[in-house]
């Protein structure tokens, strides 16, 4: 049996509790392009990464260039302005630090910006308890696969294998990411995605982050 001792932690709508600070950028991007507003239910039932593809599906059809370039500016420019006052979800800190102290190892990879998520980490003071944090770099159009190989063999050389890592993120394109290098997944039902919709991933989904690391400790192989 191959017990997990490495966490790749999530960000936005994971560690980070910003679905308020997302809803709030999400609609003044439609407002920009003259879309009504949409409610957090319909948000987390059709929400899915790459984003155009979300937006195809609130407007039935892909965004064209110029659209998605506003909206992509939009959605930035009012996030960036609210993310500073989310906090960390419930008992992330502690979780954070309780995971290190057993002598297990956890990471954070993020599609935010790398130059906007590193400070924003140090800011809430938990950057100590990661062998790496890594945002996003180039388009913002991307899943997250790619991003998660780069981060995995960062990691090799501390000896983190793919067998023995998990995952734990709010999003089905995280699962498919960690399917894709091999390591296993849990969702969070707090962040972008319903229930119903992570559930189509096929991994196991909770509630609460306290029960996806506990989830993550008894996962094997």
């Not at 091999?182 to 707090?190: M, N």
């Amino acid at each position: 049996m191959t017990h997990t001792n490495h966490l790749v932690w999530d960000w936005n709508g994971t560690l980070l509790h910003d679905i308020d600070a997302v809803m709030a950028a999400t609609n003044a991007s439609f407002a920009e392009l003259g879309f009504a507003p949409i409610t957090l239910e319909t948000y987390r039932e059709l929400y899915v990464v790459p984003v155009p593809k979300f937006y195809e599906r609130l407007m039935g059809r892909l965004p064209t260039e110029a659209e998605w370039l506003v909206m992509d500016e939009t959605f930035h420019r009012h996030y960036w302005a609210a993310a500073a006052d989310s906090g960390l979800a419930e008992g992330a800190r502690e979780l954070l630090r309780d995971w290190q102290r057993d002598g297990l190892t956890q990471s954070l990879l993020s599609l935010a910006p790398h130059d906007r998520l590193v400070p924003l980490v140090r800011d809430h003071g938990i950057d100590v308890h990661f062998l790496r944090v890594d945002g996003r770099t180039g388009p913002s159009h991307t899943s997250k696969a790619g991003h998660l190989v780069r981060h995995m063999e960062a990691l090799h050389a501390t000896g983190v294998t793919a067998d023995r890592t998990v995952l734990i993120g709010d999003a089905v394109d995280d699962a498919l990411a960690a399917a894709h290098v091999g390591a296993r997944a849990v969702l969070y039902t707090g962040g972008s995605h319903s229930r119903r919709s992570l559930e189509s991933a096929g991994v196991p989904v909770v509630d609460s982050l306290a029960e996806a690391v506990l989830t993550a400790r008894e996962l094997a192989e």
